[in-house]
């Protein structure tokens, strides 16, 4: 009997680290595709400077509209769910636990939602841009991806909170505190790296997205100066490079892929190292 559960011991381990090392495998060959095919287009020229006349047959020029336009929708857009995401899962774990059926069926709705396809809130973000007279701009792109990416945050953040014993929580209340103080200067802090995770996920969700904006921020070689100006997307920008039937437009493509990775990476690394920094302040 120890003999079979030593061998289905080692074969779970065996079984785990396989999926385990297969999906970073499976990452690191993404990522070297994406770096080898699109090395020889990427330049500080890309970068810095916005397409020219026939960039995407072949001009000279760059993305950095794509890039502007993608950061100004996924800053845009994740702020606005932090707003909505952090009072909703703190509602959620603290002024409905006592409603169990209640907290099931809101998860519930919000796990439906977060598994909507893209397209499906691009559809709904064209539907309300044209019953506000909205015509497609980067407001209207911001908007979309806020609803796209507000029930991965509330979720997310949810998850962690739910794991916090609730010995905290009754001596928190014990000790004088209302609710909403508990919420937001106890459960908050306890589970602010997991806040952390929820935004991160939030963020590259809506900076790597296409078919949400695909209709609704419409696109352009310019970077907008108002809400109500289109922007050009750096998922976009890929899209239309790949779609080319000349090698060195696909090329760029692959730069432009390399550069949105480059920038979710920058973001990943420093909001990594913020939520360390204020875990440790918090311990001392």
Request: proline share 4%.
């Amino acid at each position: 009997m120890n003999k079979q559960k030593e061998i289905e011991e080692l074969f779970f381990k065996f079984l785990s680290g396989f999926a385990t090392y297969s999906l970073i495998a499976i990452l690191g060959f993404i990522i070297i595709i994406i770096f080898v095919k699109g090395f020889g287009a990427l330049s500080l020229d890309m970068i810095i400077k916005t397409p020219k006349g026939g960039y995407y047959y072949g001009g000279e020029g760059g993305v950095l509209n794509a890039i502007v336009g993608s950061l100004y929708i996924a800053f845009g857009a994740t702020f606005i769910a932090i707003l909505i995401g952090i009072p909703a899962a703190l509602y959620i774990n603290v002024h409905l636990v006592r409603y169990k059926r209640i907290q099931n069926t809101i998860r519930y709705f919000l796990d439906a939602l977060w598994g909507i396809p893209s397209i499906v809130y691009g559809a709904f973000g064209f539907t309300l841009m044209l019953f506000l007279g909205m015509n497609a701009s980067l407001l209207a792109g911001i908007i979309t991806v806020a609803f796209l990416i507000t029930p991965i945050i509330i979720r997310t953040f949810d998850e962690v909170l739910s794991t916090i014993p609730k010995g905290l929580h009754e001596a928190s209340l014990a000790l004088g505190s209302t609710r909403t103080e508990m919420a937001f200067k106890v459960m908050f802090k306890q589970g602010f790296s997991g806040f952390i995770t929820a935004v991160l996920l939030a963020f590259g969700r809506g900076i790597g997205d296409a078919a949400s904006i695909l209709f609704t921020a419409g696109y352009t070689d310019l970077i907008p100066t108002h809400l109500d100006e289109p922007a050009a997307t750096l998922p976009l920008a890929i899209f239309f490079q790949l779609s080319s039937p000349i090698p060195e437009v696909r090329e760029r493509a692959y730069a432009a892929a390399a550069i949105l990775t480059i920038i979710i990476l920058i973001i990943s690394l420093t909001a990594r190292g913020f939520s360390k920094k204020y875990s440790k302040s918090n311990l001392k």
